[in-house]
């Protein structure tokens, strides 16, 4: 029941744009994502509940698809505070008790 | 300030000498949980809790055990450690079994040779 995450792992300039995919096979009840910093934990970013939907905040957004097998993070004009491994969480219904993590996408941004 | 504490940070031991890892959390969450991290590997989940004296097992319990006596309180114990549990492990609460964001401890690496 992991989700699978793309791409493992991308190199951007700053100032440059980036999304990173997560999919699952079945429908889902929500999807998480978080940033991991090098030997720190993993951080909140924002997660999605019903289908079609979109949110973000700053220059960091995520959607989540009609039929709610995918979401899509997406990162805008990048800064270097960015760099880190993205990890997607999925859940499978409401009565789920486990949250499943992808294998992370690791984004480094520089200079 | 809302937070998940883990300890220890880190921890090098031998095969066989029982362990604990302790994890607090000061936000009141019903919901608690443990997961190791291996590269490649992403999270993944030993053990849960969606209350108190109410645990279950995650996709990797084998050789871990967990107690919840208090809802602040979840640790992670291993009995009889072993090399294949070397991990960087985490321990993460939330209000709610889903649909709410999980809050993760600073994490404890575990080193056993």
């Known amino acids: 029941q992991q989700p699978v995450q793309s791409p493992q792992a991308v190199i951007l300039r700053e100032g440059e744009d980036a999304v990173i995919n997560c999919s699952s096979s079945k429908a889902l009840y929500s999807v998480h994502w978080y940033r991991q910093k090098h030997g720190e934990a993993p951080v909140f970013l924002m997660i999605?509940?019903?289908?079609?939907e979109q949110k973000g905040h700053d220059k960091i957004s995520a959607s989540f698809n009609e039929k709610k097998q995918q979401s899509s993070l997406y990162l805008t004009a990048s800064q270097l505070s960015y760099s880190g491994t993205y990890f997607c969480?999925?859940?499978?219904?409401?009565?789920?008790?486990?949250?499943?993590f992808g294998t992370g996408t690791r984004l480094t941004v520089i200079p | 300030e809302a937070q998940v504490t883990q300890n220890p940070r880190y921890l090098i031991t031998v095969t066989g000498k029982k362990l604990t890892v302790t994890c607090s959390q000061n936000?009141?969450?019903?919901?608690m949980s443990w997961y190791r991290q291996d590269p490649g590997l992403g999270l993944r989940q030993i053990y849960y809790?969606?209350?108190?004296?109410?645990?279950d097992k995650g996709d990797v319990p084998e050789g871990y055990k967990v107690s919840r006596k208090e809802k602040r309180n979840f640790p992670l114990i291993l009995e009889s450690p072993s090399p294949n549990q070397t991990s960087l492990y985490f321990c993460a609460s939330s209000l709610t079994r889903t649909g709410r964001p999980q809050h993760f401890g600073d994490g404890t690496r575990l080193s056993i040779l």
């Open positions: 809790s969606m209350n108190v004296e109410v645990t």
């Open positions: 969480g999925t859940e499978v219904g409401a009565g789920a008790n486990n949250l499943f």
């Open positions: 999605l509940l019903k289908g079609g």
């Open positions: 936000m009141n969450h019903e919901y």
